[in-house]
């Protein structure tokens, strides 16, 4: 079965970190682009981090300088690290991977920064 699975989102107090995961199920995430997303209540889903299938990365404008996307290949997971976290981040996180036609989501996991 192909999918994605997203772990260790969290509440965590302003100024925080969190690591999420996305990992990977049945396909080799090594050769796909990797992107997370992330949506508030009662806002559109908005892309905040990608890693190519080489190591090139982009970031919003919102998040860059604060988080970090990278790949682990032993363990077929991209990670984002989440550093100085602030309430306007509070959100569902979803990844995605894409390779040609193949589209595959996550079913996202909740980050709430708040004291």
């Known amino acids: 079965q192909l999918q994605l699975v997203e772990s260790g989102g969290g509440l965590v107090q302003p100024g925080g970190s969190l690591r999420l995961s996305c990992a990977a199920s049945?396909?080799?995430?090594?050769?796909?682009?990797v992107s997370w997303w992330r949506q508030a209540p009662g806002k559109e889903r908005e892309g905040v981090a990608v890693?190519?299938?080489?190591?090139?990365?982009k970031y919003s404008d919102a998040v860059k300088g604060r988080f970090t996307v990278s790949r682990d290949s032993a363990k077929n997971t991209v990670y984002l690290q989440m550093d100085a976290l602030k309430p306007e981040d509070t959100a569902v996180y979803y990844c995605?991977?894409?390779?040609?036609?193949?589209?595959?989501w996550g079913q996202g996991t909740q980050v709430t920064v708040s004291s």
């Open positions: 890693i190519n299938d080489g190591i090139r990365t």
């Open positions: 995605n991977a894409q390779r040609g036609t193949e589209n595959y």
């Open positions: 049945g396909f080799t995430l090594d050769r796909y682009v």
